[in-house]
């Protein structure tokens, strides 16, 4: 009999149900080493948290984090909270022994997110297992990108390109958020999906950032508040509040490599709904690829005689592609939820396995770390600043 | 309490796992009338069975299908085998009191599906509900084009161009298997994937074909037997077997409205993996699909002003559209199963409701027809042939 | 000094101005053996051709074409009149000892064509070529696909599907014209576009029809009479006439090597302005083109892995690619009129080398056979119909 | 009788072909108030001047641009050379009373482009008329992104991103080139490819940039010098010489109304040829356009209901467009060169009616001061750099 990985989930919003599905799913079409149990789901309303458990799955509710933690049938705790309470709850967790899956960004500061990866690293000496979760890593295209610049079919990388583009916010009639707290949120665009092209195009070229130049904007600084609280893309009232948190955020960036990158987050591309867009020119080969398009990745080989080159439209579908195969048939395209899935699939191999998972705690802080050196750019002139912490 | 609704599921390999995942995910998503039970598997290899119902989910399993209609706690049976064995299962399991859920295509010959569809109407009448697995019709985008034409914003439809193209038997030397067959599959391209175009072009323009003229071919008439059997894609050996099915079949048809339709299923289409290409060409507006980037609609709106008329690319991921409500929030695309999924959610409401759900056995009848009516024509010199029964 | 080629040019309308264009442009940009004159312009109107002649660059005019072959200076005659007097024209232009060029269609009626073929054969004898104006084979993106398949790139062919679509009469209040009328236009979207892509698609494979099986339909029996006269779009009055062409065409075809064929053309297609679109399946390759991304031609290249194919987007503006090298630098756009100008260079080289250029008055007169058998198949039920003339 | 309007062109490389084509063009399709006489050209190089003159389709030559100022015939000097001799060529032609049209950049420094354009305010009291040319302005698609947002449809402008991208010097053995030494070309793709995107960015925005951050990259700093002397694309030997100016160039920018602009200018983005991109995101609407597919125009309407809103594709071919009712029927695709053309064009209708063109030297020089600080800012640690002479 497969041995069973207890999960105590911690939130149960938008990350809570992608979670929730994905600790569902992923041993009905991987074989996994370790069969996930839905233990427990906590929230702070009693009743709320009961009615998402039944919805999503759970077998039981905690209304305080501290119970999961001290649960013997909970392995691995799985933190899908705002990103103000990562720090202590992932800490908790990993001390009281248990393997931590946190939602990025780690953490809305660096020094929690340091005081994090320094729990996570102490806690691998003891085969404690800790990871952040860049989910996008796990879109198969995404994968297949990173596969190709290990390979070398991009030789040197010389540019990097990445957007991240919505439009929730283009409105300015669109009421006051949480997302929109400085205090709560720690950023906007910035860190909610700024730090995912950051995480992934790091990823993918298998290089860090070394230093940016950045200007962070707010376009729209006052908003109604909702009527109807607590919900995302609720209706606006009469009374207003102030937006804390940058609406749109620009870089540049150089790479341990050498490449140039040119980065923007926003949620005031009105027409872009999830644009996730990375593109990658090396000396021998160039990658695009879009979310909005998230099973092709475009391809040009340098090295086909200029009479035939041209971006390939890889269609990531086939059996051959990173994670396909336990799917479907070749060209049966994914959806957004499989990330998380995969993400799970690695997870769980890599407790049984007794290994390190990546993207680790050191990963997530590292990614804090550009965020912070963006906000310190912005905040003075635009000026170049290195990343702390890179040696 | 949710009243449950008891499943039993004859089949076990492609559709079977899709099926599965369907029943398993509908009502964690959505808001379900009846709580679908994965009551029984029945697959004749006892040993295979008792694995696959451990993979998928599955409570008991059965290695006759009649054990399965006679449970008193399987309400639905939910047939994924191959299409041969269709008129048997699905005829037995209504007059059984058992509501249908059969994967298409509804039989191999019209004579089957005709007493399908009587049994079917006949069961109806007892509250005894069916439906036929054209799932295509699910995907949102594919829901959106419905809703457009009937809102009337093609106007009169005058063009159907509809191609089905994949390639997994382009290659001479991939090895025999039983969709090859005429006496098991019933036909080649043809049935398995003409069959959905011809579904989703009636079902989007909501009219049928009233005749058709029509071509077949087979490329590759002899094949390697597979070393290793059953497996599709396998590796073929030094004995040989005919191909006695359709390779490709293209045909010109006519819709009761007066469109032209010209169609194309072909499993050599290289480079193609699940493409399901269809536009439409009405007096108001044009729409354009294609599977191979399946969360997005193509609509050329006639009223608007030359200067800034186009095909707009429609991200059909909002809450707004069919279904996508339910998921995740704009922009995160859904994936090839969540059709499997909408097609449960749509069947259990129609249960629940007590009402006939769509596509019926009727319907699937239909489709066959004019399947039949393609193989007379080929079978005539391509000779304009109509659709029998319709009136 | 390089010698001159005297042209005298019947017609100024739109093929005639591209003409113009292109006698004008060629010498500008390729090393031409011979040095065209622009002589000669003839039309019925003397006010009329005096004007066009003076804004399209001619030195001379003339109202009847007569006078135009007649004259010494002219070595070769350009026929841009409707196509019921290209035979008239063209045959007396070659029996004067003029080189023809000669408008597609290339006649009104197979008969004609015949005849046609028949005069340029015997003017070879003399030295006196003849060319029909198949322009779109001049496209480089085309001169690349027909390179591919003779390059064996593709493999066998087994799938052509060919569609030309256009709207500019979708609307049923678009006035009549002499393109609605059989006795002028000889046929509607047959011959006027599905001339092209029988043509384009019969260079690329290097093939030829060899049956048909075809629906013509005519959408719009009446329509309104222009009350500005000659105006292609000008507005209707209360007045109406018989449109007697077809709006539309399909067919399915076999070509020599017993690849399947799929036809389209037609005015009816709302939102597609110049759509030539043609794709190719064979066994080791599979090309798409589209007219309206016209520098572009889509690969497939079936011997690259799984892991990284995919249709190429081939930038067809390389030095490489054929006639490129003599305009701009790489990944500098051409237009529509350029495959004009490529038609000249051609033909000019031809004579000037005492070569008969292609596509000759023959390959004419082959696909004026393919719309014959298209309208017969039509007449006759869409019974399957071979192309006659074929052995 | 139209009037003439004499023209000397100093130079006859490409962009010398280029201006030839459209000084020859632009009356046979465009009913011009004056007809140009393509009077004189000059190079030094006699021969090579007397060839090209033959080729280009020019009456007379002359070795020295002065001579070609002083020609009573010539009415307007068209200057075509390297940008460090524009300065002094354009200035003596203003005020020897000659109309002027100069290739951009303006000039290789501020000072000179200063310095022109105060010849050019001078001259213009006198009824002398100046044009820089940005020719990218004159592609109906760009028209008609400046005409969208001109009429309201993109709201208040947020985002503006912005690419030029090459890729023929991405092969480190692709040989030296005056355009890589900065006494010749003044900067590398900074002042050749962006110059363009910076101008394309404010012509459709309406704005100018206020500020920049900053930074550029020289990847290859030593290159193969070229064994045949001159030729762009040559062959590289064993001696190698040192590039001067920058590979690439990166940059933030703010514009007057508050949008912000990220801008790339590269000749190392492996697969790209003549990639212009540029989006624009507003509070009623985003557009996106590509040179690659340069007759397309993608539009986002805001005002779209959620349910069919999505990027329309505008191929930029309807009479209702910019420029482009004079040549050809809806869907037929214009070039590359039509550009320049449609330059000419507004230049001669603008001189005949005693107005001054756009964009004017002050345009070009304001560009060029945005170049200018581009540079100033990568010099200082990419600091915020305001755009000098805004007020």
Request: net charge negative.
């Amino acid at each position: 009999m497969t041995p069973t990985l207890g999960i105590g989930l911690i939130g149960y919003a938008f990350m809570g149900a992608a979670h929730s599905h994905a600790w569902r799913t992923a041993p009905h079409f991987f074989d996994l080493p370790l069969r996930p149990e839905l233990t427990v789901l906590a929230g702070r309303d009693s009743a709320k948290v009961t009615e998402a458990a039944g919805k999503l799955g759970w077998r039981g509710t905690a209304t305080d984090w501290r119970r999961v933690i001290e649960r013997e049938d909970v392995d691995l705790v799985d933190v899908c909270t705002p990103g103000n309470t990562h720090a202590e709850i992932a800490i908790a967790a990993l001390e009281a022994g248990k393997h931590v899956l946190c939602e990025k960004p780690l953490a809305n500061t660096v020094a929690e997110a340091e005081a994090m990866a320094e729990a996570a690293a102490k806690a691998a000496t003891r085969g404690v297992r800790s990871m952040v979760g860049f989910t996008y890593r796990r879109v198969p295209a995404i994968g297949l990108a990173r596969k190709l610049v290990a390979d070398g079919r991009l030789g040197q990388i010389r540019h990097v390109r990445a957007q991240y583009l919505q439009d929730w916010i283009a409105d300015p009639a669109a009421p006051m958020s949480w997302r929109l707290e400085k205090d709560k949120a720690g950023s906007g665009a910035l860190g909610d999906i700024g730090a995912h092209v950051v995480d992934l195009t790091q990823h993918i070229t298998g290089q860090t950032l070394t230093g940016v130049s950045a200007t962070l904007e707010t376009f729209v600084t006052e908003r109604p508040l909702p009527t109807e609280t607590g919900k995302l893309g609720g209706v606006g009232g009469a009374e207003t509040g102030q937006v804390t948190v940058d609406d749109a955020a620009v870089f540049l960036g150089r790479f341990t490599g050498g490449a140039l990158g040119v980065f923007e987050a926003t949620r005031f591309a009105l027409g872009r709904k999830n644009g996730i867009r990375i593109e990658i020119n090396g000396s021998a080969g160039s990658l695009a690829f879009d979310f909005e398009d998230m099973n092709v990745l475009q391809f040009f080989d340098g090295s086909e005689p200029a009479e035939t080159a041209g971006f390939r439209r890889i269609i990531v579908t086939e059996p051959e592609h990173p994670y396909v195969g336990a799917w479907w048939p070749a060209g049966h395209g994914l959806g957004y939820e499989h990330g998380f899935t995969h993400q799970v699939v690695d997870l769980v191999t890599a407790i049984a396995a007794g290994e390190d998972p990546t993207p680790s705690f050191a990963d997530g802080l590292q990614v804090q770390r550009v965020l912070d050196a963006v906000e310190r750019s912005a905040a003075d002139s635009s000026r170049w600043t290195p990343i702390r912490g890179e040696n």
